[in-house]
């Protein structure tokens, strides 16, 4: 698919730069997943049918990564055409992101997400690593990088099969609240099932657990641990290692996310409004106590700060109500090792690795409650400063590459 005969005169940051995003993004070598567009779509006579075909092609795992030249850059291309300092080839179409972005929309394709690299296309020592890895990413200073990445993925077709659920609920000291999950929990697959991993409860949630899970046992699948490490994170981990159905979701033993909204999570996800669907509780006004008022502060600057470093939008990273598909977080699961055991509440273990695979990422807005039993597990001066950690290693293992 790509023009042998392009050979610009800045090739090796650009073909570096091309390998170092497979270098993020790469799955097991027996799984080949990507399409690389380097500088093609420049060529193409008719893009939207490009893609038409192109779509035919793939597989809904695969991702398009499409790498193209900034419109602000065409005149400073042309003079280096003009003083012999690139060969001469004829770029017919240059394109703005947003209409990539339509033509793939047209094309049956999602955008997943889109960057900007390169400030610096010449080859200076050490200035020029360190302008294109640093400088190029910061805002106002991307507006002027030199190549655009755009990661796109075809839409699937809907299915008539309806898939099944695992629903796992991380739950430390939360036994008044273990009835009222399976009550009010929705049906939504045929076959959904119900995971319990208790965590080191001071009260009685595992004799609990164990009660509902005979009591229940003929109307729900419901499946109990007792987790060996420490952390919600750990907790989610081997919840999501016991599922065995379809679609896997999370949810707060606290209640305090409505068991009902997961049927919405279920429905963006199996008419593939996205991949990775996260829950967020910063849009919809909150009961008095339900959330303190530095936590608020604190969850949309750290909001703000891992959609910049993310490339996705995100308004709340904290949500405990996540859902992805059991295919997806097999891969995800499979390349942990790159993030490594690094998150001690497992958000941000499927938020990056969700990144990571190029998922389509799509936000919920839920009602967040106010707690009506037990207290809250999260320490604030603590957490906090576990999130700036990974605010730091986010930066280094995704952004600034």
């Known amino acids: 698919m790509m023009n042998q005969t392009h050979r610009p ?21 027996d799984d080949p997943r990507f399409v690389v567009l380097s500088g093609t779509i420049h060529y193409e006579r008719d893009i939207q049918k490009f893609f038409d075909e192109l779509h035919d092609r793939c597989a809904s795992s695969t991702r398009v990564i499409i790498l193209y030249y900034s419109a602000l850059w065409k005149p400073m291309v042309d003079l280096a055409t003009f003083l012999g300092l690139r060969e001469k080839t004829a770029e017919a179409n240059w394109i703005s992101p947003e209409d990539i972005a339509s033509i793939l929309l047209l094309s049956d394709f999602d955008t997943v997400l889109q960057d900007r690299k390169v400030i610096c296309p010449v080859y200076i020592p050490l200035v020029s ?24 993925r075809p839409l699937k077709k809907k299915k008539d099969k309806k898939p099944s659920v695992s629903v796992i609920v991380p739950a430390r000291n939360e036994s008044g609240n273990i009835k009222n999950i399976i009550r009010r929990l929705p049906r939504m697959g045929p076959d959904d099932e119900l995971i319990f991993v208790e965590g080191h409860s001071k009260d009685d949630t595992w004799a609990v657990i164990q009660a509902v899970q ?5 109307t729900i699948c419901i499946k109990s641990a007792q987790q060996e490490g420490i952390g919600k994170g750990d907790a989610i981990r081997k919840g999501l290692a016991m599922a065995s159905k379809e679609i896997l979701m999370t949810l707060d033993a606290d209640l305090t996310v409505p068991p009902e909204s997961l049927s919405v999570f279920y429905r963006a996800i199996v008419e593939d409004k996205g991949e990775f669907i996260n829950g967020s509780r910063l849009v919809y006004p909150m009961e008095k106590r339900s959330m303190q008022f530095l936590n608020m502060v604190a969850n949309r600057f750290f909001a703000t700060a891992f959609s910049y470093l993310l490339g996705q939008r995100f308004k709340d990273t904290l949500c405990g109500t996540k859902v992805i ?35 389509k990422i799509v936000e919920i807005p839920v009602r967040y409650s106010e707690r009506l039993y037990g207290t809250t597990n999260i320490k604030r001066w603590k957490h906090g400063a576990v999130l700036f950690r990974m605010l730091i290693y986010a930066s280094k293992k995704i952004k600034f590459i």
């Open 325 to 359: 598909s059991r295919e997806n977080y097999i891969m995800l699961a499979a390349n942990r090792k790159y993030f490594g055991d690094f998150d001690p509440f497992g958000d941000f273990d499927l938020i990056f690795g969700s990144v990571r695979l190029c998922l």
């Open 214 to 218: 005979k009591e229940y046992g003929k």
């Open 9 to 29: 005169w800045y090739k090796a940051y650009f073909y570096g730069l091309l390998s170092r995003y497979i270098l993020v993004y790469a799955q097991p070598k």
């Open 129 to 152: 690593n360190f302008i294109n890895r640093y400088v190029a990413p910061l805002p106002f200073f991307r507006l002027f990088c030199m190549v655009n990445i755009l990661i796109a």
